[in-house]
């Protein structure tokens, strides 16, 4: 099964990190928001972005 994360520009626009209050990126390839300020890329799990640190992954 095949997960999209569906969102307009003011949606993502309205997204920032929990941590630094940054913006996102979205990697579509690892369907995860991505904060570069933070060091976090946060899951996407049926299309809902999950904000919780505890669930993101370290960028390398």
Known sequence: MTETFHADR???ESLVCPVTHAPLAYD???RELVSRA???AFPIRGGIP???VDEARRLD
């Open 10 to 12: 003011r949606m993502l």
């Open 28 to 30: 579509a390839e690892r």
């Open 38 to 40: 933070a060091g976090l």
């Open 50 to 52: 999950i904000m919780l």
